[in-house]
């Protein structure tokens, strides 16, 4: 049986927290950022939390 290999792409994007929850960078917050008001991308800026529904497909990815 060959090992379980983790996803690339998703190792790269996410952390997981000391509870076990999953952390997440916003979105949008790379290019064209003349039109957003300093309020939009600061509050990009912030780590979110990936939402309860989508934790399954995360772990999985991440072999948790």
Sequence with gaps: MPKVKTNSSAKKRFKVTGSGKIKRKHAFKSH?????????????????????ADEKNVKLMLNI
């Excluded at 008001?37 to 780590?47: C, I």
Aim: aromatic share 0%; proline share 0%; glycine share 4%.
């Design 32 to 52: 064209i950022l003349t039109k957003k008001s300093k309020k939009r991308k600061l509050a990009l800026t912030h780590d979110g939390l990936v939402d309860k």
